[in-house]
């Protein structure tokens, strides 16, 4: 049993991160991990604590709580560093899974921290990007 022990995991899908986590812990106790990851071109960083605790079956899936608290920052380079995220979350008013689509939930331009919660959710995945206003987000890669 891992309870109680930090390991590094390579979320490279979320997918990969709950499938390491379900095979390793029984499907009713709780993993949690240090992470961490940069950009292609390494000027993005990310790194932090992440959590699950398995909650039972919800539209044929397995669901979990998730929760995270991890930051951003970036080398000297030009461009912005941004921490992104994307988990498929149970709506219960439409009864079925969907899909968060990426979400930026930290920027070494503003609030460089996320600290978050959700419930009923799975296949969560973390990415390190660079980001310029004219590129938008860039060189994104997981964060493990």
Same mark, same amino acid.
Do not use: E
């Given at each position: 049993?891992?309870? *109680?022990?930090?390991?590094?995991?390579?979320?490279?899908?979320?997918?990969? /991160?709950? /499938?390491?986590?379900?095979? !390793?812990?029984?499907?009713?106790?709780? /993993? $949690?991990? $240090?992470?961490s990851g940069s950009s292609y071109s390494s000027c993005a960083y990310a790194s932090g604590d992440y959590s699950y605790?398995?909650?039972?079956?919800?539209?044929?899936?397995? %669901?979990?709580?998730?929760?995270?608290?991890?930051?951003?920052?970036? %080398? %000297?380079?030009? %461009?912005? /560093?941004?921490?992104?995220?994307?988990?498929?979350?149970?709506?219960? *008013?439409?009864? !079925?899974?969907?899909?968060? *689509?990426?979400?930026?939930?930290? +920027? @070494?331009? @503003?609030?460089?921290? +996320? @600290? $978050? !919660?959700h419930s009923l959710v799975a296949n969560v995945r973390f990415v390190a990007c660079d980001y310029t206003s004219s @590129?938008?987000?860039? *060189?994104?890669?997981?964060?493990?």
């Amino acid at each position: 049993m891992i309870t *109680g022990i930090c390991k590094r995991l390579a979320l490279v899908s979320a997918s990969a /991160a709950f /499938a390491v986590g379900v095979a !390793q812990v029984p499907a009713s106790a709780n /993993a $949690q991990w $240090q992470i961490s990851g940069s950009s292609y071109s390494s000027c993005a960083y990310a790194s932090g604590d992440y959590s699950y605790s398995y909650t039972g079956m919800k539209g044929g899936r397995k %669901s979990y709580d998730a929760r995270w608290d991890l930051r951003v920052g970036r %080398s %000297s380079c030009d %461009s912005i /560093a941004h921490l992104r995220v994307r988990f498929d979350y149970w709506d219960a *008013g439409a009864d !079925q899974w969907l899909d968060s *689509g990426w979400k930026t939930i930290a +920027s @070494s331009a @503003s609030n460089n921290g +996320s @600290s $978050q !919660q959700h419930s009923l959710v799975a296949n969560v995945r973390f990415v390190a990007c660079d980001y310029t206003s004219s @590129s938008g987000n860039y *060189g994104c890669m997981p964060v493990k």
